[in-house]
């Protein structure tokens, strides 16, 4: 019996960026999966860290409100506020982590997103969304509330404000200003997928001063001028930041094209040059005239006895 050959499987292929992206719906949906169950571990150890410190936070939270009193109308009313704040926190903490599963979510969609880039994106993003949060909390939130627990207050009407209540109020306003400083970067990643112009932002500028003082009123409801911009104009300050930031970013790869057509050109030139001051730098090589083949000497061909003969005949009678 002849033994059967051995076939050797051929080699798996690498998977590519572009059969990375034409993956079917299922295994996106998978992948999401995957990566809010990250998400979900993250905010759950915030939120049990916390639980630790539950009194230092309730403390923390409650400066702002100038002294106010608050209540809750259900007996579980105060479990649902130390489960508030304990949620809120874990997803403060466990903001630049959320980040980075979305961007490396969407990196199929962004050009050059590499697993440093993703880190260094998220990074960035949480240290921008804590300084909008210490901005949110120091500056705009104790005016926001000066106006609303006090403003309306009468001998007979005085507010009567639950917990909970409170604290949803807070974590909007807090959550509102961290987004408000994530702009410029939104707009890098906007950039990544589709590359942007600061010509067509500027465009929109418009649009975005009708967006701040609506978000203004919505976050601070003053007829204060004053207690508006503050909301105003750090959104109007961040979008030029991030104008900015595109206008750098495009700038980049034309620099870098620019000064390769320049090293390519100063090549050709210098090579154009050499060729052409090489004979005059280099004296011709004399030649020696060519000689004429010497020749050969003929062949010296064998006698014949016949002929050897004949010579001796020829050699006698001589």
């Known amino acids: 019996m002849t033994k059967r050959a051995k076939t050797h499987p051929a080699p798996k292929r690498a998977k590519t960026s572009s059969s990375a992206e034409k993956l079917p719906l299922i295994e996106h949906l998978k992948e999401f ?59 403060v903490v466990a903001t630049p982590v959320i980040i980075y599963q979305l961007l490396a979510f969407l990196s199929p969609l962004m050009r050059g997103a590499t697993h440093r880039y993703l880190l260094l994106a998220a990074s960035a993003a949480g240290v921008v969304a804590a300084g909008g949060v210490a901005f949110g909390y120091f500056i705009g939130l104790p005016s926001a509330l000066h106006f609303l627990l006090h403003q309306f207050t009468t001998i007979q009407v005085r507010p009567l404000i639950t917990i909970q209540s409170y604290v949803s109020f807070v974590g909007l306003y807090l959550l509102g200003s961290a987004l408000m400083f994530q702009l410029p970067l939104i707009l890098l990643f906007i950039n990544r997928i589709k590359p942007l112009t600061p010509g067509g932002l500027f465009k929109y500028e418009r649009y975005l001063v009708v967006f701040a003082f609506l978000a203004a009123f919505i976050m601070n409801p003053t007829p204060n001028l004053v207690s508006q911009m503050v909301v105003v104009v750090p959104i109007i300050v961040m979008y030029q930041v991030g104008i900015g930031l595109i206008w750098l970013r495009n700038r980049q790869p034309k620099l870098g094209r620019l000064e390769q057509l320049l090293a390519a050109d100063a090549e050709r030139q210098a090579e154009r040059s050499s060729k052409q001051l090489r004979p005059l730098l280099m004296p011709p090589v004399p030649t020696a005239p060519a000689l004429a083949p010497a020749r050969q000497p003929a062949a010296v061909q064998p006698l014949s006895p016949h002929r050897a003969g004949r010579l001796r005949s020829q050699s006698v009678r001589l």
Do not use: K, W
Not at 41 to 53: E, H, K, L, P
């Open 33 to 91: 999966r995957r990566r809010l169950s990250y998400i979900a571990v993250c905010v759950a150890i915030g939120a049990g860290v916390a639980y630790g410190f539950e009194h230092q936070l309730i403390a923390v939270l409650l400066r702002p409100s100038h002294g106010q009193d608050f209540i809750y109308t259900s007996p579980m009313g105060g479990i649902n506020f130390l489960f508030t704040i304990c949620l809120y926190v874990g997803l």
